[in-house]
């Protein structure tokens, strides 16, 4: 049983730039959520996708966008980065929106110059 | 809104002593409650979990926790200490029908030989 998978591990971007990250999740579940965890801080809640639809978002700009495709894994699209953009984010699946577990991946580091 | 407080941003313990970390959220509905735990640029471990039925939850690594409703808390223990342990520990909420985790700040744990 293969776990969550995140890419890239680390990567540098310039404001103002585009980035996408990527998640492929545990096998066996349908459900992927993203957080973003700043230096410091407790993880985020941004979005999170069920069978390929938004199952709820936190409070980030809509230019924090995802996608899950038909096989659950997803992407997390962030354009017109900014400097406080510069975080861990964490992609998590789980059996079934709601309560489930969630089972987290190793991260993906942005930092935004 | 859900809110999870943790008393103590840093924690010390020598090496075979008891480990207390401490857990409050604020929640209108009875929750769901998690203890993670996260060792340097690594993704996030679950160690324990409430849900339903028995307040006192044993985990992983010998921590176990104790729902206490009356004082809406979530306190995690360890017995003695062993210089693995250290590492961030964070203390998370859902609600039943909630789509996402609330975390908190996170305390970090340090083993002293």
């Known amino acids: 049983e293969t776990g969550v998978t995140q890419s890239p591990t680390h990567l540098i971007k310039t404001r103002g730039q585009q980035v996408t990250l990527r998640c492929s999740s545990q096998s066996g579940h349908n459900t992927v959520s993203w957080y973003q965890q700043a230096l410091g801080q407790g993880p985020q809640f941004i979005f999170q996708y069920y069978r390929e639809e938004e199952n709820g978002r936190g409070n980030f700009p809509p230019r924090f966008s995802g996608l899950q495709f038909p096989n659950y894994s997803s992407e997390l699209n962030v354009n017109a980065l900014e400097l406080d953009d510069s975080a861990l984010y964490l992609c998590?699946?789980?059996?079934?929106?709601?309560?489930?577990?969630?089972?987290f991946g190793e991260g993906s580091r942005l930092t935004v110059l | 809104a859900q809110s999870v407080t943790q008393l103590g941003s840093h924690v010390s313990v020598s090496e075979g002593a008891l480990v207390l970390l401490r857990c409050n959220y604020s929640s209108s509905v009875p929750p769901y409650l998690f203890w993670y735990v996260q060792y340097p640029n690594q993704g996030l471990q679950l160690l324990l979990k409430y849900t339903t039925g028995a307040t006192l939850v044993k985990g992983i690594n010998g921590f176990e926790a104790e729902f206490k409703k009356s004082e809406t808390s979530f306190h995690l223990t360890k017995p003695s200490a062993h210089m693995s342990d250290a590492a961030e520990y964070f203390c998370a909420v859902s609600e039943f029908s909630g789509n996402q985790f609330y975390f908190g700040t996170g305390t970090s744990l340090t083993v002293i030989p």
């Open positions: 998590a699946s789980s059996l079934g929106r709601g309560r489930g577990e969630l089972f």
